[in-house]
């Protein structure tokens, strides 16, 4: 999707800017995009135990809440089978999967912001 950002509507770019902010407040939090990342290089759904070690230092608790709210969101699919024991499946759905080329961007975003810092300088992590 195309953007004119030389848009001379002031309301057009209060609607872009609420927009932005809805999608990073659907993102935030310290395990989002990373279980979402683990997701898309998986290319299949994984099961909660394979998510759990994929997702270093995440305790169990806070992973099923990030989940949990990514299932609310759309992004992530939750598939429970009625099996003995219980095996529970989680993939990105369609809206899931569009994240693709935005966390593409902010990727190649995050090593040109490396590349052009000063020498000593940290990225904040």
């Known amino acids: 999707m195309e953007r ?13 800017a609420a927009a ?17 990342c683990q997701l898309f290089a998986a ?9 759990e070690r994929r997702v270093e ?4 608790k806070m992973l099923i ?11 992530v699919v939750r598939h429970a089978y009625p099996e003995v024991p219980p095996r529970v499946e989680y993939a990105l ?12 961007a902010l990727i190649d975003w995050a090593f040109l912001r490396r590349a052009a810092m000063p020498a000593g300088a940290e990225a904040t992590q």
Request: net charge negative.
């Open 57 to 60: 230092g995440v305790n169990q």
């Open 43 to 51: 290319r299949q759904p994984l099961r909660f135990s394979e998510l």
């Open 93 to 104: 759905s369609d809206i899931g999967k569009a994240l693709g080329p935005s966390l593409e």
């Open 20 to 36: 932005t902010s809805e999608a990073l407040k659907t993102l935030e939090g310290k395990w989002k995009i990373i279980i979402i």
């Open 4 to 16: 004119d950002w030389r848009c001379d509507d002031p309301q057009q770019r209060l609607f872009w």
């Open 65 to 75: 809440q990030q989940l949990k709210q990514l299932e609310q969101d759309g992004i």
